[in-house]
């Protein structure tokens, strides 16, 4: 793997050791800790030291790079209408990575599943790092706004597509805090309240992965949903 900054490189080499031995070691839960919460890199995509368009940093994150949020669920923040995620990086510090593109719309990073984070490869930059925020037990809602018309699925499957659908700018609300992700035929779905007290599955990104079909929205956003939340307490 080429490495851009020498920062990087020799915080990967000592990050490199950390996920080994979290690898290793038993599960979050079993040691008293939260559960890691974390995402793949989509390409070569710069650190912000802040959560601004305008804070890049000379250190990278690679493609197929795995970033760990600093909390669960992770820290979102917003310049404008772009959502930033605070992770962990080299020598205990924290960066902040963009969720999509401002050209195109393309999600940069996307979520992965619980199973996933708990089992980093060496390129895990925040890998074993042990720099997971406190659960909030789920008292906070999880919402997203909807980016582009989808059909619900009636699970993390392709084929599972239903005749309900969101619309562009419904609300649609997590089921649980941080939410729950499935990845299936290289799609990432998230459990979601619907009607009736059901719940159903809505994909992150479109099929051939151009355009993000949810955007992560605010705690104080998903106090206040409008009337067409789908998930509305």
């Known amino acids: 793997m080429t490495i851009i900054s020498k920062s990087f490189r020799k915080a990967l080499s000592l990050l490199g050791i950390a996920a080994l031995a979290a690898i290793n070691a038993p599960p979050a839960a079993a040691q008293g800790r939260s559960v890691s919460y974390c995402f ?3 390409d070569t995509l ?10 890049a940093t000379p250190d990278r994150f690679l493609r197929g790079d795995i970033a760990y949020a600093i909390a669960n669920p992770p820290t979102v923040r917003f310049d404008g209408n772009r959502a930033f995620v605070e992770v962990a990086i080299y020598g205990g510090n924290r960066g902040w990575l963009p969720r999509l593109s401002t050209i195109d719309g393309v ?7 619980t199973d996933q984070c708990r ?9 074993g790092g042990g720099i997971v925020g406190g659960d909030n037990g789920g008292s906070l809602p999880y919402c997203y706004r909807v980016q ?25 609300y997590a089921t649980t805090n941080p939410p729950t992700a499935v990845v299936q035929g ?3 779905f998230i459990e979601v309240a619907i009607y009736g007290g059901n719940r159903a599955w809505v994909p992150q990104r479109s099929a051939n992965g151009n355009q993000a079909i ?11 949903p409008p ?7």
Do not use: E, K, Y
């Open 214 to 224: 949810l955007m992560d929205l605010s705690t104080a956003q998903c106090n206040n």
């Open 46 to 55: 710069s650190v912000f030291s802040s959560p601004s368009s305008t804070a």
């Open 186 to 188: 290289g799609r990432s």
């Open 119 to 127: 089992n980093p490869p060496f390129n895990a930059a925040g890998g």
């Open 148 to 172: 582009m018309a989808t059909s619900v699925f009636s699970s993390p499957n392709v084929g599972a597509a239903t005749g309900d659908r969101f619309l562009v700018g419904d609300i649609a």
């Open 107 to 113: 999600p940069l990073i996307v979520d992965l599943t």
């Open 227 to 233: 009337a067409q939340a789908a998930g509305r307490r």
């Open 40 to 42: 793949v890199v989509q």
